[in-house]
T-cell receptor, first 111, second 113 residues
């Protein structure tokens, strides 16, 4: 069965610093992978997705993620974090007809 | 497109009352998903539909929960009777196909007293 692990429950980053959120997945075939962001009191918004092709995927708000098959990882990165990036981030893998979500990583941005 | 629409946005009710949550998916999307989010359990898939037909309801917690999709543009999630432990944010999402991006609604924040 598909599964997603986000090992970090909370991460604190200083504004302007770089960010990397970890995501590991378990899936037998070539995965479809997603990163979503949830701001407080809001629904989930798609940041980016990987289906095939270039393993470095660009998303909205300056985010990118790199698919590494050998490590079963799909880590999310941003070179310079803004205070408005404080939110919860969910990694997901597409299973049969549905998405399997990780438990999320809450990002705190310090001044 | 207006995106996925959910109503109400907030609901406060007393234990034992019936609660009905509503969802309008994005036009043309064949899949509709209902999720529940709590601090303790995170994001849980309750049920999903394909072409208005329930495909997998294994996530529905118990018989007090039911969901319907009478047509392609409307779905309901009903809790009867409601209990305090049902307090959560309930999200509806839709997508255009298997493995495709799911688009989420803003959620319904339910509080059962």
């Amino acid at each position: 069965a598909q599964s997603v692990t986000q090992p970090d429950i909370h991460i604190t980053v200083s504004e302007g610093a770089s960010l990397e959120l970890r995501c590991n997945y378990s899936y037998g075939a070539t995965p479809y992978l997603f990163w979503y962001v949830q701001s407080p009191g809001q629904g989930l918004q798609l940041l980016l997705k990987y289906f095939s092709g270039d393993t470095l995927v660009q998303g909205i708000k300056g985010f990118e993620a790199e698919f590494k098959r050998s490590q079963s990882s799909f880590n999310l990165r941003k070179p310079s974090v803004h205070w408005s990036d404080a939110a919860e981030y969910f990694c997901a893998v597409a299973g049969f007809q549905k998405l399997v979500f990780g438990t999320g990583t809450r990002l705190l941005v310090s001044p | 497109d207006a995106g996925v629409i959910q109503s109400p946005r907030h609901e406060v009710t007393e234990m034992g009352q019936e609660v009905t949550l509503r969802c309008k998916p994005i036009s043309g999307h064949d899949y509709l998903f209902w999720y529940r989010q709590t601090m303790m359990r995170g994001l849980e898939l309750l049920i999903y539909f394909n072409n208005n037909v329930p495909i997998d309801d294994s996530g529905m917690p118990e018989d007090r929960f039911s969901a319907k999709m009478p047509n392609a543009s409307f779905s309901t999630l009903k809790i009867q009777p409601s209990e305090p432990r049902d307090s959560a944010v309930y999200f509806c999402a839709s997508s255009s196909g298997t493995g495709e991006t799911q688009y989420f609604g803003p959620g319904t924040r339910l509080l059962v007293l």
